[in-house]
Structure formats: structure tokens, C-alpha cells
């Protein structure tokens, strides 16, 4: 039986590749005004994700490893949320800045979309690995849980690659859409966080208790 810590880590690596998939096909989006939709963009656009990504997963990696907890679990969703936001408020400016200084738009884009999407990917690409830090307690299922894991997060980036082309592109602005990615993961952050400081005092309660009984 999932635990409702546990079921929160899902649900919240659910939210990150739903957020992540988002975000890089809004990127097209945002790039094509300057630099076009032709297939190096994509290309651009994708050896950004996969590389930041790459660099999350060995940071998150790493990081999981010295005292993992929901609080800091939760901090990297939050960190995350605020590195999304210069999408919102100054893209345009850097995609001119980026469009009148670098005339090949295979470079251009390759360097807008490092400028936009670089820092804030590998935040979201920290959130698998250190998920699996936090779930796995039995070395011996510690395959089934990164399994179990990955493909919750693989799902989810499946789903929100359909839900943000088919549906959210059709209701909201560009702007919107990553804005309201920016607010789910910092809300999402926050719950992490909050559901730490429970499971603390019930956990310190119960000793409490423990001790007193003895």
C-alpha cells in the first residue's frame, strides 16, 4: 500500500514531466516570431531540454544523497517555479536582443533557447532522481521503485505534451499557459514542504508518547 507521502512524490514527479514537456513545446512557440518553426529550431529546442535535463538528473543525482527530505524536495519545486518566470516576463526582450546580434537562426535559436530554458530545465530534470531517493527505502526494490517512478514522470510528459497542444494552446496565451506552470510547481513546492512539517510532529508526538508510556 502507497503511503500518502509517497503517493505525494508520485504525483509531484507526475507534475514536473507534465510541466517539463509543457514548457519545451510552448518554447517553439515562443522562438518562432524571430527565428521561424523550421526543424533546427526544434532541433535547438530540443538539444536544450536533453542537455539540461542530462545535467539535472547527475545534480539531483548528487544531491539526494546528503540528507534527502521533503523540505528540500519541496525547495527544488519552488526554485523551479522562479526560474520559469523570466519565460513570462522577458522573453521578447531577450529573443531581440538574441535576433539583432546573431544573424544565422540556427545559432540564434540555439542561444535563445539556452538563455530561456537552460536553468530552469535542469531544476525540473533534479526532481526524478531525488524522487527516487526519497521513495526507495528497501535496497532490493529499488529497481521496481525507479521503474514505477520513471514512468509516472514519463506519463506525465506524455499527457502534457498532448493537454498543452491540443487543449491549452487553443484557451490561453503562451505567457499564461508557463505562468500558470510556474504557480502549479511553486504550490506544488509548497506542499511538499507543509506535508514534511506534519509528518515531522506526528513522528515527534509518537515518541512522545513512546517514551512516555515507558
Do not use: C
Not at 507534475?15 to 516570431?33: D, K, N, T, V, Y
Amino acid at each position: 500500500m502507497i503511503s500518502k507521502t509517497n503517493a505525494l512524490i508520485y504525483f509531484l514527479a507526475f507534475s514536473s514531466g507534465f510541466s517539463i514537456m509543457g514548457i519545451e513545446l510552448l518554447g517553439g512557440r515562443i522562438l518562432a516570431p524571430f527565428f521561424g518553426s523550421s526543424v533546427h529550431i526544434w532541433g535547438s529546442i530540443i538539444t536544450v531540454f536533453m542537455l539540461s535535463l542530462s545535467f539535472g538528473y547527475l545534480i539531483g543525482g548528487k544531491l539526494s544523497t546528503k540528507n534527502a527530505s521533503l523540505t528540500r524536495y519541496g525547495l527544488i519545486f519552488i526554485f523551479a517555479s522562479i526560474t520559469v518566470l523570466p519565460i513570462v516576463f522577458f522573453s521578447q526582450e531577450l529573443m531581440e536582443l538574441i535576433f539583432t546580434h546573431v544573424e544565422d537562426s540556427r545559432y540564434g535559436s540555439l542561444l535563445a533557447s539556452m538563455v530561456l530554458f537552460f536553468i530552469p530545465t535542469i531544476i525540473l530534470g533534479m526532481i526524478s532522481p531525488y524522487s527516487v531517493r526519497l521513495l526507495v527505502t528497501d535496497s532490493e526494490k529499488s529497481g521496481q521503485v525507479a521503474g514505477i517512478l520513471y514512468f509516472v514522470s514519463t506519463l506525465g510528459s506524455a499527457l502534457g505534451t498532448i493537454i498543452t497542444s491540443f487543449y491549452m494552446v487553443l484557451a490561453f496565451n503562451v505567457n499564461d499557459i508557463i505562468l500558470g506552470f510556474s504557480l502549479t510547481l511553486g504550490l506544488l513546492g509548497l506542499l511538499a514542504i507543509a506535508l514534511h512539517k506534519t509528518v515531522f510532529k506526528m513522528h515527534m508526538k509518537t515518541t512522545a508518547n513512546t517514551a512516555t508510556s515507558n
